[in-house]
Nanobody
Framework: QVRLVESGGGSVQAGGSLRLSCTASQYTLITYCVAWFRQAPGKEREGVASIDDGDRVTYAASVKGRFTISKDNAKNTLYLQMSSLKSEDTALYYC??????????????????WGQGTQVTVSS
């Protein structure tokens, strides 16, 4: 069974930075498309960024230029570097694994497994 465990969330002031990590077990990140999603209170879960088996990346327009998705294949770990954080980035952030290998997987219908989430709070 795939297990995804996120870490690195916390509270930060607007303009600050955080790096989220996601460690996978029973699943090889290098082989599939993996992504970060987020869900703010009262809102739908939305895709933030994804990276596929060829390291092609996709970003939501709201985070492009501020967030960077990457993975360490040796550690089987996915990262999300978040900079210039805004109050609207406050949300529960989820690591997600797709059943697809290539292309974007920032749509919920393309996700097979989810982590438990890590909270990011940005104060203005």
């Amino acid at each position: 069974q795939v297990r995804l465990v996120e870490s690195g969330g916390g509270s930060v002031q607007a303009g600050g930075s955080l790096r989220l990590s996601c460690t996978a077990s029973q699943y090889t990140l290098i082989t599939y498309c993996v992504a970060w999603f987020r869900q703010a209170p009262g809102k739908e879960r939305e895709g933030v960024a994804s990276i596929d088996d060829g390291d092609r990346v996709t970003y939501a327009a709201s985070v492009k230029g501020r967030f960077t998705i990457s993975k360490d294949n040796a550690k089987n770990t996915l990262y999300l570097q978040m900079s210039s954080l805004k109050s609207e980035d406050t949300a529960l952030y989820y690591c997600a694994a797709s059943y697809l290998r290539t292309g974007s997987c920032v749509e919920r219908r393309r996700i097979a497994s989810w982590g438990q989430g890590t909270q990011v709070t940005v104060s203005s």
